[in-house]
């Protein structure tokens, strides 16, 4: 039997009639369009698919999103602000803190919760910080730099970083589903 | 892979969970952390027809020291007891614990009421509190009872929990002075479950180990305490070549299998070194180093 699962998403809220059995990261991409958050293994292990549930990382791939029901979502899609890169988004422009670009999204909002929570992480903290998403390409230097770079950058004040729990971008869905 | 159907139930009272468990008997599975059960759901290993998720009850998310015990509600989550200050001062194996389970993002769901109901032996909190001698309160249709840990893992992924009993509040004895712990986790890559682990919790006197626990991790298919080791120690003085003879004899009475982890002989040397180290560090807590 279907549940109505209500949730705001990127500061929008949406309400769909879904299976119990339906995955977060699912609802996101199959529900709403959001395709942002990837799939990378069947197992738990990759964090791909991380995104931000009332200020908290967690595995979207591994909760159900009934049990969220009317909670607050950030996904990479809510990260930029009018246009403007997130600074740990610039950072891993700045830095080359990708290569295919698949762990990205989870990488990045992983590291939001990270800087969320220690903003001057040392080069230990952040490493273990991480420990969740897996990145086949780069061998972590560079992602591990661009995130010393988005916390001196939000440090000296030079770009603002939004609140995790309480986005205020207005998301566009990339492709809206009916 | 997308798991089975279920019907989804989300109590706000434990007795409210309580009565949807006896309900509906084997059909139906607690939900708490969900990260060892939708894994297995994901992989159809696990096909509940029923969840009953218990994140909606309030009350049951805390860690609080009484006069006797260290308190902690079964849905307090890993990345919780990991920064919780009590814990790092004064129950310094706990923190070594949590600290060492899955990965940041799991630990941000996953529960330690789930770690131990889930009773995987592949599970780092089953050692350690073996090694603390804990209680675990559940509470049933008849109401609360208190089962000592030796008598709650009975196999493998099986506890004494009845079907229709939740996992409340684990209660850790106040460690006396003189007292210290350590776990240590061998794994072979960050976020993966032991290739061995080894808790131990201990208690000097006069310059003499006054009792000692040691819990095993990932080396038998019930969590299991190394009681031969154990029973070699009290009474003795700590001395490198007693520890040496300590962790041989925790390597003899484990039950090792050969996986992708390594084989049994490589499995039994690890219990060997760390169940040293693990004294060595357990023996410097309890003079004062942390
Ligand atoms: C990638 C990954 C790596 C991991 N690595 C480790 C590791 O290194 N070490 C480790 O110890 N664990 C590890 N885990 C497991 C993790 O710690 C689990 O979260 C934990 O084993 C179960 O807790 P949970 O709250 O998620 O329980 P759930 O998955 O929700 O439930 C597990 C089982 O326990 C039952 N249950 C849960 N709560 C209760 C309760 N209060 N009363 C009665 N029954 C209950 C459920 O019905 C279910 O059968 C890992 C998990 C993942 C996904
Ligand atoms: S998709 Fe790999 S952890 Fe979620
Ligand atoms: S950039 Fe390719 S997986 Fe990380």
Redesign the pocket.
């Given at each position: 039997m279907k549940k109505t699962v209500k949730l705001t998403v990127n500061g929008t809220t949406y309400e769909r009639d879904v299976e119990p059995r339906t995955l977060l990261v699912h609802f996101l991409r199959d529900e709403l369009g959001l395709t942002g958050t990837h799939i990378g293994c069947d197992?738990?292990?990759c964090g791909a698919c991380t995104v931000s549930v009332n200020g908290q990382s967690l595995?979207s791939c591994?909760a159900f999103a009934v049990q969220l029901q009317g909670a607050e979502v950030m996904t990479i899609e809510g990260l930029a602000k009018e246009g403007e890169l997130h600074p740990i988004q610039q950072g891993f422009w700045e830095m080359h803190g990708l290569q295919c670009g698949y762990c990205t999204p989870g990488m990045i909002m992983q590291s939001v919760q990270l800087l969320d929570r220690n903003p001057n992480p040392t080069e230990e903290e952040i490493r273990r910080g991480i420990e969740?998403n897996l990145c086949r390409c780069t061998g972590y230097q560079n992602i591990v730099k661009s995130i010393q770079w988005a916390a001196q950058h939000k440090n000296q004040g030079q770009t603002e970083i939004p609140e995790a729990s309480a986005p205020k971008v207005d998301p566009q869905p990339i492709a809206p589903v009916p | 892979m997308i798991p089975g159907k279920f019907e989804y139930f989300a109590p706000t009272s434990v007795s409210e969970a309580i009565g949807l468990l006896g309900q509906y008997g084997s059909e139906a599975?607690?939900?708490?952390?969900?990260?060892?059960?939708?894994?297995?759901m994901r992989f159809r290993l696990?096909q509940?027809e029923i969840l009953?998720d218990?994140n909606r009850i309030q009350g049951?998310e805390y860690v609080r020291e009484t006069d006797d015990y260290l308190e902690i509600g079964?849905?307090t989550?890993?990345s919780a007891i990991e920064k919780s200050t009590i814990v790092q001062q004064r129950y310094p194996m706990l923190a070594d614990?949590a600290r060492?389970?899955?990965?940041p993002l799991?630990?941000n769901?996953?529960?330690?009421?789930?770690?131990?109901?889930?009773?995987?032996p592949?599970?780092?909190?089953?050692a350690t509190i073996l090694a603390y001698n804990a209680r675990i309160v559940?509470e049933g249709p008849g109401g609360e009872r208190i089962i000592p840990v030796d008598d709650f893992f009975i196999g493998i992924?099986e506890?004494s929990?009845e079907r229709d009993?939740?996992?409340?509040e684990i209660l850790i004895p106040s460690p006396p002075g003189g007292s210290g712990g350590a776990y240590l986790?061998i794994?072979r890559k960050v976020?993966?479950?032991?290739v061995v682990g080894v808790a131990v919790q201990l208690t000097m006197e006069d310059g003499l180990f006054k009792s000692i626990r040691i819990g095993l991790?990932n080396v038998s298919s019930t969590p299991m305490r190394a009681r031969a080791a154990e029973a070699l120690l009290v009474g003795q003085t700590p001395e490198e070549a007693l520890f040496d003879k300590a962790g041989r004899v925790a390597a003899a009475e484990c039950e090792p299998w050969a996986d992708l982890r390594g084989s049994e002989e490589y499995k039994r040397d690890l219990v060997r070194v760390v169940t040293k180290r693990a004294i060595r560090k357990a023996i410097e807590r309890a003079n004062g180093v942390l």
């Amino acid at each position: 039997m279907k549940k109505t699962v209500k949730l705001t998403v990127n500061g929008t809220t949406y309400e769909r009639d879904v299976e119990p059995r339906t995955l977060l990261v699912h609802f996101l991409r199959d529900e709403l369009g959001l395709t942002g958050t990837h799939i990378g293994c069947d197992t738990s292990q990759c964090g791909a698919c991380t995104v931000s549930v009332n200020g908290q990382s967690l595995k979207s791939c591994t909760a159900f999103a009934v049990q969220l029901q009317g909670a607050e979502v950030m996904t990479i899609e809510g990260l930029a602000k009018e246009g403007e890169l997130h600074p740990i988004q610039q950072g891993f422009w700045e830095m080359h803190g990708l290569q295919c670009g698949y762990c990205t999204p989870g990488m990045i909002m992983q590291s939001v919760q990270l800087l969320d929570r220690n903003p001057n992480p040392t080069e230990e903290e952040i490493r273990r910080g991480i420990e969740g998403n897996l990145c086949r390409c780069t061998g972590y230097q560079n992602i591990v730099k661009s995130i010393q770079w988005a916390a001196q950058h939000k440090n000296q004040g030079q770009t603002e970083i939004p609140e995790a729990s309480a986005p205020k971008v207005d998301p566009q869905p990339i492709a809206p589903v009916p | 892979m997308i798991p089975g159907k279920f019907e989804y139930f989300a109590p706000t009272s434990v007795s409210e969970a309580i009565g949807l468990l006896g309900q509906y008997g084997s059909e139906a599975k607690i939900l708490a952390g969900g990260q060892s059960l939708i894994p297995a759901m994901r992989f159809r290993l696990a096909q509940p027809e029923i969840l009953v998720d218990i994140n909606r009850i309030q009350g049951l998310e805390y860690v609080r020291e009484t006069d006797d015990y260290l308190e902690i509600g079964a849905l307090t989550r890993e990345s919780a007891i990991e920064k919780s200050t009590i814990v790092q001062q004064r129950y310094p194996m706990l923190a070594d614990t949590a600290r060492v389970i899955a990965d940041p993002l799991v630990r941000n769901m996953a529960t330690i009421g789930g770690n131990l109901a889930h009773a995987d032996p592949a599970n780092d909190h089953p050692a350690t509190i073996l090694a603390y001698n804990a209680r675990i309160v559940a509470e049933g249709p008849g109401g609360e009872r208190i089962i000592p840990v030796d008598d709650f893992f009975i196999g493998i992924f099986e506890t004494s929990l009845e079907r229709d009993e939740i996992l409340k509040e684990i209660l850790i004895p106040s460690p006396p002075g003189g007292s210290g712990g350590a776990y240590l986790k061998i794994e072979r890559k960050v976020g993966d479950y032991a290739v061995v682990g080894v808790a131990v919790q201990l208690t000097m006197e006069d310059g003499l180990f006054k009792s000692i626990r040691i819990g095993l991790t990932n080396v038998s298919s019930t969590p299991m305490r190394a009681r031969a080791a154990e029973a070699l120690l009290v009474g003795q003085t700590p001395e490198e070549a007693l520890f040496d003879k300590a962790g041989r004899v925790a390597a003899a009475e484990c039950e090792p299998w050969a996986d992708l982890r390594g084989s049994e002989e490589y499995k039994r040397d690890l219990v060997r070194v760390v169940t040293k180290r693990a004294i060595r560090k357990a023996i410097e807590r309890a003079n004062g180093v942390l």
